[in-house]
Every structure is written in C-alpha cells, then in structure tokens.
C-alpha cells in the first residue's frame, strides 16, 4: 500500500517538478551575463530601431542608470565533426551585447560575481566588433566540449558562419547556468543582417538605489520621452507572463498525473477495508475492553496517517529521480510549442514537494476515513461473527447518487473556462466534469452488480464452479461494488486517453494531408521552437524559387505581435506564381472574394484568423481587430477563420505586400516548394541541401517520418501514465479478490471438504473475478467515450481552443478490454487457487 | 554616397589638423610646436590623437561648512589611427574612459566610479566643441566658456555643477606645446582653466546639499606621454588665496630621478607669470601610505620647496592631503593611481589655498598604457 | 443393537496415527476402526486433538505417521484432489457453527454435493426434494441461511450432509449451536436417517444427551484415548 501511494505522488511531483523547471529554464534576458536586470525597455512589436537610442541617451539624462543593450536571435549549432548533412541541430540562443558596456555593470554590482565581470580581464583586450569570436556559457562549452580557442559553426538565418571561441563564461548561481552564446553587438548585428536593430535594452541599478524611488523616475522620463515608440517593464512581469503561457499545459499536466493517484485512492480504499475485516475480532474485543470510537477512529486514522506520510515521502523521492527523466520530454514539448527553453535538470521545489506530500497525505486519510469509521462503528458483538456482515462503503449503495453526479457532470461542461485575462484559459469546470461522470459512473455500475446476476442466473450452468460464483452477485459485498468502481475509474481513464491521443492524431494526420502537399519543405536549421528568430532571407528564397525544377513556391512570413496584452502571431504567405491560389482548411470560409493584398477604401485589411485566435479572443468573422505593427496600428478584418495545429496562441493572417511593408522585412520562415512534373525528389532535395547547408530541406516523406516521431515523443507521458492506471486496475481487483478469499476461507474449506477441487474453487474465482472485471470493463467503456467527449469537446477545446474530431480507436479499445479481462480472470483464477489452500479454521 | 562624403569631411578634418601635428609611427598625430589653437574649435576632441583627456579637480563646500573634494576625467583613447568617429552606435574606434571621486573630508570617506565605453550612442567627445558623454556623466560648454559638469558614483553621489572660468584658459609650454620627454612625440598639447569658480547641487548618499567652491580643469591632447624610461609623475595643482596658483609635474625616472622636462609654473590672473625646472623646486614626501588594494606605495604629504616669483625668494609650501586613502584602483584601466583633495599650508602651518596631488606610476605598469 | 464387528469391512480404520504441531504431540498413536452403520460419540476437552483427529480421518489432513483407510483406500496414498473426490463420494459433514453457504439457497447448498460428484439434474432435483422433506424444511427451500433459524439452518446442513448417500458421517458438536429443544430434535433426526440410509457416524460432543445415538463413547485425552471417567 505504502507503494501506491508512493507512486501516485511520485508521479504527480515529478510531473510538477518538470513542469516547473522547463518553464522556468525560460531565460528571457541577458540576465546571464548582467547578473539581474532591473528594468526592460522594448517596443511594443518588432524591434528596437538604434536611431531611437540618441533620444533614449537624453531622456535618461544624468539618472544613475546602466542601459545594456541587447540583440538576441537563435542560431543552429553545428558541431565540429558532425555530417553536413544533419537534419537536427540544437538550438541555442545567441546574445548579443556591448561587451564594454557590460563590464562596468559589474561595478554596480558589488559583490562581483557578475559574469560580466569576467569579460576580459584589465589588461587583456577584448575583441570589440569582431565577427568571428563568440564567448560560451559555461553550459554550452560542458555540453558540446567545446573550449576556448575552439572552433565551432553556427547557423545564422540560413547561412553557417564560422566562429572561435574568445573564452568560455565562468558558471554563476543567478542565471548562468542557460545554455547561450555571446557577442559583441554590432558584430552580431552584421551577422543577422539587422545592423540597425535592436531587440531591447535592460537598465540595471546601482545596488543602493535598487527597488526605491528611483524605479518610477526612470520610468517617468523614458516613458515621457517614449512617444509611444517604447514600453518599460519589469523582468519579473516578463517572467510571470512567459510562465502564464505554459500554464494550461502544464495545469493539464498536472490534473492528469492527480488522476492517477485517485485511482490509487480507491485501491487503498479497498485494501484498508479488507484490513478492518480481517481484524473484526480484535476490534471487537477492544471495544469490549471499553475502548471508545473516538479511539478505534483515531487509531485507524492514524494508521493511514502513517502510510499517507511514509508513502508521500517515498514518493517525492520517487518523484524527484521521475522528474529528471520526465524534464526532458517536457521541455521539448514546451520548447516546440511555446519558447524555447534550456533545462538540464529539474530542482527540488520545497513549495511543489509540500503539495504532492500533501496530497498523498489527505488521500490516504480520505482513503482511510472511511473504514476507519467502519471500524470505530463495530458493535463489540462483531466481533466473534464468523459470517462476515454487510458492511462496506455505503456510498455505492445509492445508485441514484450514480445518476445525480451524471447529471451534475453533463452540467458542468456546460460552463465556460476560467480566463487569466486572455493569456491562459483553464476548464477547471471541464475537469470537475470529468471527475463527475467518473465518480457517476463508478456508482452506476457497482449497482449494476445484482442486475448482472439476475442476467446471468437463467444461464446457471451445470458447473458447480460457476453457480457457485454466480451466487456471490446476488447480494454483492461492498468489495465487489468497490472494485467494480475501481475498475470502471481505472478502465475509464486509460480508454479516455487512448481515444484522446487516438482523436488527436487523426485530426492532426487530416490537417498534415491536407496541408503538406509540396514535394519539398524548408526552414532554416535550428529553427525548431515557436521562438526561434531565424529566417530564410528574400534574396535566398527568391533564388531557390526561381530554380528551374520548382513548379511553384509557398512561402511563410511571420512576426510575434500583442494583442490584447497576449502574445500572439502576425503571418502571410507568399505564392509564387502569384496565381496559384491558396490552401487552407476552413472552419469558416470567407463568404467573398478577398483581396488582402490591398486595404478597402475605409483603409481596413482583410485578414484570415485562425481557430485557437478566435477562441481566445472570442472572435468570429466580420469582426474587427486593431494591431500595433511598427508602422503604427492597423486594423484589420476578419473575413474567415482556418485550422492550424501549428501553435495555440493563435495566429492573424494578412497579405505578404502590407506585412512586409509594416515590418519592413520580407524574410521568410519556412519555405515549400512544389516541382515539376518528372523532377525526381530526392536528387532536387539533395542538390539544394548542399548548395544551402544553412537550411533544413526535408521532402514531404522525410516529413511525415518526423512528425511521426515527433507524436511519440511527445505522448510518451500519457502512454506511461495509462498503463500505469492499468497496472493499478488488475492489481486492485486482485487484492479485492484477495481479501474475498480470506473471508471466505471457512467456506472455502467446506467446498474441499464437500468435494470441490482445486481447480474447481480457482475457476469460480475465476468467473468471479472476471465478471467483475467484465463489468467493470463495460462500465470503463462507456466512461472512456464520455470522458473522450469530455476532454475533446470541453477541455481541449477550452484549454487552447482547437476542435479536433471525434475518433473511436476500436482495436485499441478492444485489445485494451481484452488485455485487462484476460489478466483479470487469470489474476482472479491463481487468486482462487491460493484460497483454496487455506486452512479453514476449525473449532475447539 | 553618405559614407563617402563622411570620409571626405573626416579626412578634411584630419587632414587640417596633422597640417598641424606630426604623425607617429603607427599612424597617430603627436603634438608639435605651435599649436595655433582656435577656440572653442581646439576645446573639443582631438581624434587623430592616441590620447586624449579633459581633467576637472576641485574643492566644494557647503554652507554649513562641510568639505568636499571631487575629481571628474574624461579620457578618450584612440584604437586605430585615421580618426574615424562613429558612425554606428557602438563603434570600434575610439575607447572613453571616465572617473568620478568624491572626498568626503567630515566623514573621512574616498568614494569613486569608473567607466570604460566605447564610442557610440552614450560616450562621445564631440569634435569642434566641448561635448563629453560617458553614460550618465556628462560634460558641455556655453558661449561663455562656462562648463555644466553632471556625474554620478553608483547609488551614493550626484553632482550636478557649472564651472565659470575666473580667469582666461593658460596654454602651458610654448603656446600650449609641452615637452614631456626626449623623443619628438613624447610632447602634448596642454591647455588649461586653473580657476574655475563652481556652483551647484551635490547629492551625498541621499542628501541634497547646495554647493559652492573652485576647480581646475586640464585639457590635455598627445599620442605618448611618456619617454620608455619614465615610469610615471607627481603631479599638483595649487590654488592659493592671494589668487595665484601653481602647476608642477614631476617626470620620475626609473632611478627614481626627475626627468629634465619636469616643470613647475605660476600663474597669475592675467596668465603665467614664470616657469621653472626641475632643479628649481624640490618635492619631497613626508610620509608614504600603503594601498590595501593595489600595495602601491603612494609618497603622501608633500614638502614643496619653490621660488617665489614675488620676490623670487623660495617658498616652502606643505600639500597637506585631507585624508591618505584617496587611491583609485583602476579596475577596468588596469591603471591605478591617487588623486587627493589637500590643503595647502604654508611653514607656520597656516592654510593659504587648496590643492589637488595627483601620484601615478606607483602600482601597474603606466609606460606600458601610456604607450 | 450394536452391528455385529467380524468379517465386515470398516468403513473407517486408523492405525498408529501420530501427528505433532510444534513440539506438541496432538496425536499420540491412535487407532481406530469404525464399522457400517455404527455410531461412535468421541468426547473431549478442548485441545485435546479431537479435531485434529476428525481432519486426519477425513482426509483433510495428514498425519505425520501412521494410515487411515476409508472406505478400504489408503487416504496417504491419495493426491488432494483425488482426496477431495473420495470424500465427495463418502464423507458427509455437520458442524458446529452450520457452514452452508451464505450466497445459496437451503434447496441450493443441498444441491450441491451432488453437482460436484456429477450427479444429472433430474435425480439431483429427486434427492434433494426428498431430503428436504426428510428434515422437514420444503417450506424453506428458497431461503437464504442467514433468513433462517439455527435449528433450521443444521436442518439444511444435515440434509447436505446425506444428500450424496457417504458411507460415513462427521458431525463435530452438531447440536452446540443450538437450544436443547431443538438440538434434541437434530439429534432425532440424525439418528433415523442414519438408521435408514445405513450410514456410519462419528459424532463429537460435549453434550451427554447425544451419547444416547450412539452405539459407543470414546473419551480422547492429551492425543491418545482413555479411559472413560466420571465427568467432574
């Protein structure tokens, strides 16, 4: 017992604790190399055009400020003695800032230890503006053995350059442990191309005058001085809201692994029960002895007090070794989907290892309360009852309950999310839904029990064996309903997510073969994550799209843009030829002819939204949205909305001509080409990956082995967490059966005294066990299609607002049905057989 | 187009100025004699020079009597000869170093900041006037030659000053070309404000306090200052009462022995009023204090032995420094040095002005830097 | 009354049984030997081994020395399951506290002892109406044990006991359980039945009254027979 609960916190902390750390490897700033910025000044789209600084210098005036300027990208990093040709290249981030400036931060910071610091020590020269040097965190130089005076190559945008390394940066506890790379700005403002950018610049405070007055007058003269040109903000709020990003992936995390322990709940549950049973006479004899129930109460609580206690501790060491396993596979999820992250391992967080602990604690006692009270209730007479009575869970004698929470379930989904403004949106009533129809239909089916047996009565049968376990489904014991719950939770779980994954696949698979329809596809390598920067620039892609193989060309631009205060995407597609006409899959099509190439007259664009923008921001066609481009704020109109499974902020769609206009930039993000007739593929995508070895060129075969792979990668942890609830199933109807044995023993030693063999007890144990599993399992059926709907049609759907369609995986089904009736008569059989070697207790 | 007519301009620039100087070995102009200086032209920065520095000491007080002392230098450093200024925000041509001190002298405290930036968006010294930037520190002239000092240590110290000129600027040499040692480069352009009457605010660790006082101010323009065997100077300026000042370096060689072209000269309010060598004054320190930081020997409290142009009979003068621990450490210069406010007494022990000694070469290698 | 003892086969016969429980000898070279149709009474103290004895001689035990043969077969000889299918056929069973099965119906536990030997359904369903009529509880044949009373409840035991006509009968303290009124009943009722099927029995009680069933008393004493003695 003490290892359920054990693992049922195990798996909840490590869930959290990776959560937490791949969230937080979220470096959002230079904060690496400056120790801890206290101000962030940015635009509020695009980025930081340098001939705004003269302005900055002067509203700032004679304040004692640092201003640290900073360029930041992502780059691919192709190690020294790698093939060419690797598809996959880790991406890291790439700093850029004013190695000079830097080092007088560490003069405002007294105690030293700013990395900055160690920016060339007094005497030896820094290479200033040098294209080719590159300074490495400490995590960069362990992880790819790389060291000073080295040589590596990065990928910038879609072409490799050829670095050394100046000198790696010695390790610090505040932020340096990220894996990153540094330069000297205008350096890496030549590399990329952006020579006039910047992406923001970070003000850091003498120590003295951190955190007082000084704070808001800063604020007061940039933002006097902005002209709506820059927004200062805080880095804790920068944090907090990259956190909140994650917040819905990581709250669905967590409920899911909670779910787990539930089902534990219910096995210890049975297994405390059984124990007050088997210790009926010792009760009642301490309560002839004049014990009180307040005492028997208090000692049976204790006893689960102490499991709750010693099994939570296990489990958050259990947990702790889980998460650093589990960090991995969170972090890549995150890091596709949100921003990139660097994490090596997961840290121990006090605040998470309380609330597993906690938990585990408060679901052995809940667990416990129940027999505990059974137990506390025993009249002293009990005691020497060798029938053992009808005692049990009365909760599942109230089928009518069963029904009421159904009701009570199907309510629920029927109210909205719980919105953090439009950044995070939780379906916390979805989820108590889904706990709803799970207790409802626990319920039902226990209660279904005698119906069963009535049901199968007629059938009788001539084997004394089945009669006999036929016979214990007239009056079902609390045992029996109780596993049968078990059953139906456990079964209902593991089915519901298997149709989750099941309907999620077939709704992404249908949105692939609708949109991958090129031959070959392009992105510029490194560029795996939502956040990453580079992009392939015009004279690249113009070039490969006019080569004389390529039929047509799409290709894909994009920005990260606010809206409503939430980060979001602003994209357009450029078709070359022009004619060809576009592809998307509509939830609602334009009901028009659209041009969002041009504005209308009122100066309105066209523009296409996807589903998860609308939903977020409860938008629909026809309606208006005004957007900060940094050619000022346009507005635009909604004239369709399509599906895109690509990221879950959502995304606006507008014509390539004013997006490049607005932005100034024309480079793209990804690029995909169709050939001509007859070119064959693989020598055209081989071609181009030598003549590009900046760029990532897949063909549309390639493709689709990789998002496969991608799929099990990223669904690893609900698989585990599956057969985990399965595992806990079968183990808990063998307990259950177990326990029976024990109680029965006495009637198992008339059986073999009146006769029946061995084999003939296994075997009714075995009918026994696996028409309750067979309830259960039907019961578990029909809770998975319910819980399916559930999370498909309210959670998901809430959680980041995709509809994806409905897909009943039948053979999994049935193979997981067949897989826990199987076990569950096997496991019931061997149970039976083991009964039937106990010795029954004779008197006198 | 737009770059090429820059380079024009600045090859215009530079090439008027090197009519005027000569030009190093690595391509950089050093001073020669007749500087034929223009000002406010000659005020501003000289790029086409290794070095360059805009030097301000000063003593400040408060009404309720409380004294401090405060040094403010802006140096400039060139990396690449030809002169080229920014033309990007964080340019790669010329370094800016900067130092602020302030000495307490109630409190017995030495605070100081130093910087180093490059050229770019927030350090610069602009050509053609008097414009210094270096962070939030900054430096600018009026018409009236009248400079607006602002500056800051850390979190502890604002100062936000003007400092009009009492008397006309002194160009120190021969018309402003001073010799510092043998070889034709070892020479700079010197040019100087030695009474600067101040007014202003001085924050002091959260405390506004109204300030008055006077300063000195150098400007001084060279691509070496140093000959390969002088390892560094002794420097003072004094402000005396009777409204004279002096000026003395002395050049110490590696044997310890002033160089030749170490100088000490008076200045009266209509200019210099004489000019004497090596062999002419003494100096000598009454005491030395020991660095805890840097274990440079600093030789503190000098006797200054010198004639007087009035009378022309020799003068003892004692530079008293208000406290011994005036060092700055020179973390990002690798360069340490001390800088002290003192009082300047006369042989009763009398205090007839106030003065600013300036030790360097004690702790570091200053030849190599200077070089 | 007594059956004559020579020349007819035992039902029962123990030889030299001896049998130890931790250090403790619970039986201590016992012999036995029961004929068709006899009735013994085996009396006791508590720990005495009594049942210890009882389970060897069933079957359900084995002794660490000695043999038992029922119904001529070396129990020693047997596996459990073919131990368990000897006393399908031979053995019936009463005891103390009843035992029938709570989850089946009196005409059900009845019932079943014949399942298990194979017996088909019609004659099963002949048997058992017969047996319920015989202890006299037809009118209760679709109650469940804990519906029924405790003289009610040795009825249907009883009747389990008989159904499948064994050779032999153990009835350990069958009236124990009940109110002397109606466990002299019970006592009457074993007695005719076994007059009338011809069937042996062992009965083993505290009570003297069932001495009057039976043919003969045994006293068994620390794992060995005695003596008899005046009770205290």
Not at chain 1, 492 to 502: D, N, P
Not at chain 1, 537 to 542: G, S
Not at chain 2, 3 to 21: C, E, H, K, T, Y
Request: charged fraction near 20%.
């Amino acid at each position: 017992m003490v290892l359920i609960v054990a693992l049922g916190v195990g798996s909840f902390f490590s869930v959290r604790l990776a959560g937490r750390a791949a969230a937080s490897g979220f470096d959002l700033f230079a904060e690496a190399v400056t120790g801890g910025s206290d101000l962030v000044v940015e635009t509020r789209v695009g980025e930081f055009p340098t001939a705004w600084l003269p302005d900055f210098r002067e509203a700032l005036g004679s304040l004692p400020v640092k201003a640290v300027p900073v360029l930041e990208t992502t780059v691919g990093l192709v190690l020294p003695g790698s093939p060419g040709s690797a598809m996959d290249v880790p991406t890291l981030r790439m700093i850029g800032v004013d190695l000079l400036a830097v080092r007088n931060v560490a003069t405002y910071r007294g105690d030293g230890k700013t990395p900055a610091a160690s920016f060339a020590n007094p005497g030896e020269s820094i290479s200033l503006g040098n294209l080719d040097q590159v300074y490495l965190s400490s995590r960069v130089s362990r992880d790819h053995h790389l060291h000073r005076g080295g040589e590596l190559t990065v990928i910038v945008n879609d072409t490799p350059r050829h670095l050394s390394v100046a000198a790696v940066l010695p390790e610090d506890g505040s932020g340096g442990s990220g894996s990153f790379l540094v330069m000297d700005l205008p350096a890496l403002q030549r590399l990329t191309g952006r020579e006039d950018r910047l992406d923001h610049i970070e003000l850091v405070f003498p120590e003295s005058l951190r955190g007082g007055p000084l704070t808001e007058e800063v604020i007061r003269v940039l933002m006097a001085a902005s002209e709506g040109r820059w927004v200062v903000r805080t880095p804790d709020a920068e944090r907090a809201s990259a956190q909140s990003m994650t917040m819905a992936f990581r709250f669905n995390l967590s409920i899911l692994s909670s779910l787990a322990l539930l089902v534990g709940l219910f096995l210890i549950l049975q297994a405390l029960e059984a124990n007050v049973l088997r210790r009926r006479s010792e009760i009642g004899v301490l309560r002839m002895l004049g014990a009180e129930r307040r005492w028997l109460l208090g000692s049976w609580m204790a006893e689960a007090l102490t499991l709750g206690v010693v099994g939570s501790g296990l489990g958050l060491l259990l947990g702790f070794a889980g998460a650093q396993v589990m960090v991995r596979g969170v972090a890549g999820t995150i890091s596709s989907f949100y921003h990139q992250t660097t994490v090596s391992a997961a840290g121990w967080h006090g605040g998470e290892a309380l609330l597993a602990g906690w938990i585990g604690v408060v679901a052995s006692l809940a667990a416990g309360w129940l027999p505990a009270r059974d137990a506390a209730n025993t009249p002293p007479a009990h005691a020497f009852l060798r029938q053992p009575s009808r005692t049990g869970i009365r909760l599942l004698d109230h089928p009518m309950l069963g029904a009421g929470l159904l009701l009570a379930g199907w309510g629920l989904t029927r109210l909205p999310p719980v919105s953090f403004g439009y950044i995070a949106t939780l379906p916390v009533a979805g989820y108590l839904a889904a706990v709803a129809f799970l207790t409802g239909t626990g319920i039902l089916f226990s209660a279904l029990l005698p119906v069963a047996a009535r049901l199968l009565r007629g059938w009788g049968g001539k084997s004394p064996s089945a009669r006999y376990a036929l016979s214990h489904f007239r009056m079902p014991s609390g045992r029996h309903k109780l596993t049968v719950a078990g059953l139906v939770l456990a079964v209902g779980m593991a089915a519901g997510m298997v149709l989750l994954i099941h309907s999620f696949q077939v709704t992404l698979w249908g949105w692939i073969d609708r949109t991958l329809t090129a031959d070959v596809f392009m992105i510029p390598k490194g560029q795996q994550t939502a956040s990453g920067k580079q992009r392939i620039l015009e004279k690249t892609w113009r070039t490969i799209a006019s080569d004389p193989a390529v039929a047509s060309a799409e290709l894909r631009h994009g920005f990260p843009i606010e809206y409503a205060d939430t980060p979001t995407f602003l994209t357009a597609r450029t078709q070359l030829p022009v004619s060809t006409p576009f592809r998307h899959i509509w939830v609602e099509p334009p009901r028009s002819e659209v041009n969002l190439q041009s504005p209308t007259e009122s100066g309105q664009w066209q523009a296409f939204a996807s589903e998860s923008f609308c939903r977020r921001f409860g938008k629909g066609l026809g309606d208006e949205v005004t957007i900060l481009s940094p050619a000022g704020e346009k507005t635009l109109r909604i004239v369709g909305m399509f599906a895109d499974y690509g990221n879950e902020r959502g995304s606006v769609e507008v014509g390539a001509d004013p997006l490049a206009a607005w932005f100034g930039d024309r480079s793209a993000i990804t690029v995909s080409l169709v050939l001509r007739d007859g070119v064959p593929v693989e020598a055209f995508r081989t071609r181009l990956q030598s003549e590009y070895p900046g760029l990532n060129i897949r063909s549309q075969a390639l493709l689709r082995e990789e998002i496969h792979r991608l799929f099990r990668d990223t669904f690893s942890i609900t698989l585990a967490l599956q057969a985990i609830g399965v595992t806990v199933a079968v183990a808990g109807l063998g307990l259950a059966m177990i326990s029976l044995m024990l109680e029965r023993r006495r009637e198992l030693a008339v059986l073999r005294e009146l006769g029946m063999t061995r084999r003939g007890i296994a075997g009714s144990a075995a009918l026994e066990g696996g028409l309750t599993a067979g309830l259960g399992l039907l019961g578990g059926l029909v809770l998975s299609f319910i819980l399916g709907w559930v999370l498909i049609f309210v959670i998901n759907r809430q959680s980041f607002g995709w509809t994806l369609s409905y897909a009943v995986p039948w053979g999994r089904l049935a193979l997981l049905g067949a897989g826990i009736l199987v076990t569950g008569t096997l496991v019931s059989g061997w149970v039976g057989h083991w009964g039937a070697s106990l010795k029954g207790e004779r008197e006198g | 187009m737009k770059r090429g007519i820059m380079f024009l301009v600045i090859m215009g620039v530079g090439l008027s100025a090197s009519l005027r100087a000569g030009v190093t070995a690595d391509g950089f102009a050093y001073a020669t004699p007749n500087p034929s200086f223009q000002f406010p032209r000659d005020h501003g920065s000289h790029p086409e020079f290794r070095i360059e520095w805009w030097y301000y000491t000063g003593h400040l007080f408060a009404a309720s009597g409380r004294r401090f002392g405060f040094e403010a230098t802006f140096f400039r450093y060139a990396l690449h000869p030809g002169g080229d200024h920014a033309e990007s925000a964080f340019g790669t041509n010329q370094l800016y170093m900067a130092h602020m001190a302030l000495t307490d002298v109630e409190g017995q405290t030495f605070l100081y900041e130093e910087r180093l930036h490059r050229d770019g968006w927030e350090a610069w010294a602009k050509e053609g006037e008097l414009d210094l930037r270096n962070g939030n520190w900054s430096v600018t002239m009026s018409e009236d030659e009248t400079m607006t000092l602002k500056g800051s240590i850390r979190g502890e110290v604002r100062l936000d000053v003007r400092l009009a000129p009492q008397q006309d600027k002194v160009l120190f040499g021969d018309q402003g070309y001073s010799r510092k040692g043998d070889a034709v480069e070892a020479a700079s352009w010197y040019i100087t404000f030695p009474r600067l009457e101040v007014a202003g605010e001085l924050t002091f660790r959260g405390e506004v306090i109204p300030v008055t006082g006077q300063a000195w101010m150098d400007h001084e323009i060279s691509s070496s200052q140093l000959d390969p065997d002088q390892v560094g100077w002794d420097w003072a300026s004094i402000q005396l009462d009777d409204g004279r000042s002096v000026m003395v370096y002395l050049l110490r060689q590696k044997d310890s022995t002033p160089d030749v072209h170490s100088r000490l000269t008076w200045i009266g309010a209509e200019g210099i009023l004489g000019a004497w060598g090596p062999s002419d004054f003494s100096w000598t320190a009454r005491e030395t204090w020991t660095s805890p930081e840097t274990g440079g020997v600093y030789p503190v409290d000098i006797d200054l032995v010198l004639p007087d142009p009035d009378g022309g009979a020799a003068r003892r003068l004692r530079l008293k420094p208000v406290m011994a621990a005036q060092e700055l450490t020179g973390q990002l210069s690798g360069v340490p040095y001390w800088e002290g406010a003192c009082d300047v007494l006369d042989e009763a022990g009398t205090r007839i002005g106030y003065a600013y000694v300036e030790l360097t070469g004690y702790a570091g290698d200053l030849g190599e830097a200077m070089r | 009354m007594s059956p004559s003892n020579d020349r007819v086969e035992p039902v029962l016969e123990a030889h030299d049984l001896v049998k130890a429980y931790a250090r403790r000898t619970v039986l201590d070279r016992v012999s036995f030997r029961l004929l068709p149709g006899e009735r013994v009474a085996l009396m006791g103290p508590s720990g005495s081994g009594k049942s210890t004895l009882l389970n060897c001689l069933a079957g359900i035990d084995r002794p660490d020395a000695g043999t038992v043969h029922l119904d001529g077969k070396l129990l020693g000889s047997l596996t459990g399951d073919e131990a368990a299918r000897l006393r399908r056929e031979k053995l019936g069973t009463v005891f103390q506290f009843f035992h029938l099965l709570p989850t089946l119906t009196a005409a059900e536990n009845i019932e079943l002892p014949l399942q298990l030997t194979g017996v088909s359904r019609p004659e099963r369903l002949a048997r058992v109406e017969d047996l319920l009529d015989a202890v006299g509880i037809t009118h209760r044949r679709e109650a469940f044990p804990e519906e029924m009373s405790g003289g009610e409840q040795q009825r249907v035991a009883i009747a389990r006991a008989l159904v499948h006509r064994p050779a032999l009968i153990l009835a350990d303290e069958p009236t124990g359980n009940l109110d002397s009124k109606t466990g002299e009943a019970i006592l009457n009722l074993l007695e005719s039945l076994a007059d009338r099927y011809g069937i042996a029995m062992i009965l083993v009680t505290h009570s003297i009254e069932a001495l009057r069933i039976c043919h003969r008393t045994l006293h068994f004493a620390d794992g060995r027979f005695v003596e008899r003695r005046i009770p205290a």
